[in-house]
């Protein structure tokens, strides 16, 4: 079954750290793109970071940059998205997604990190 | 960083026809398209089209993508009420380097 499922969400203080990772299977991940895309509650789709295929040509969205980091391991058929100093604004639905074409066309169910003291 | 604009709602009858809007500029939209996706609430975004007026497979007919200039539209035909859903363009941005959404429209069937 093709697909990418998240895990790692979760509840943190302002200040810390937390990583997501994105299981994928079902297709050869190592020929495709991948991002991370949040959805804060009640509002629309923000992109956050993609990566390569093979992991050579990073991007990320302005406020994140600096803080946090996109990984892949091809071997293992996982995406990572390690954030630190976690900011309130940071609390909200993190969805993996595989880039084919010029648009992400598989998306996860979504990692909910909420940033609370 | 710059979005995509869309209005935020658009409501019509059952069965009529909607085209929901997406406006950009030459280095996203008006480059390689724009790509739209279908949101349910409490579930993940599903592709509906990409490069303009390509359908996944399994993404009915009745939905239809197409561009001009700047602007990309998603034309919706025979709405049913399950068409009741959040919708996003998305697009990469050649200029910035980074993906930009559009804001979202919620379509509402009458």
């Known amino acids: 079954q093709v697909q990418v499922v998240e895990s790692g969400g979760g509840v943190v203080q302002p200040g810390r750290s937390l990583r997501l990772s994105c299981a994928a299977s079902?297709?050869?991940?190592?020929?495709?793109?991948m991002h991370w895309v949040r959805q804060a509650p009640g509002k629309g789709l923000e992109w956050v970071a993609g990566?390569?295929?093979?992991?050579?040509?990073?991007w990320y969205v302005e406020p994140v940059k600096g803080r946090f980091t996109i990984s892949r391991d091809n071997s293992k058929n996982t995406l990572h998205l390690q954030m630190n100093s976690l900011r309130r604004e940071d609390t909200a639905v993190y969805f993996c997604?595989?880039?084919?074409?010029?648009?992400?066309?598989?998306w996860g169910q979504g990692a909910l990190v909420t940033v609370s003291s | 960083q710059a979005g995509l604009t869309q209005p935020p709602s658009v409501s019509k009858g059952l069965r009529q026809t909607a085209t929901l809007t997406c406006t950009g500029n030459?280095?996203?939209?008006?480059?390689?398209?724009a790509a739209w996706l279908q949101q349910y609430q409490g579930h993940p975004p599903k592709l509906l089209s990409y490069?303009?007026?390509n359908r996944p497979s399994g993404i009915s007919e009745r939905f239809s993508a197409s561009r001009s200039g700047n602007t990309a539209s998603l034309t919706i035909t025979e709405l049913q009420p399950e068409d009741e859903a959040d919708y996003y363009c998305?697009?990469?941005?050649?200029?910035?380097?980074?993906?930009?959404f559009g804001g979202g429209t919620n379509l509402t069937v009458l």
């Open positions: 079902g297709f050869t991940f190592s020929t495709y793109g």
């Open positions: 990566i390569g295929y093979d992991g050579s040509f990073r």
């Open positions: 997604a595989r880039e084919a074409d010029t648009a992400m066309d598989l």
């Open positions: 030459s280095n996203n939209v008006g480059n390689q398209g």
């Open positions: 998305s697009a990469w941005d050649s200029s910035l380097s980074v993906w930009v």
């Open positions: 490069r303009n007026n």
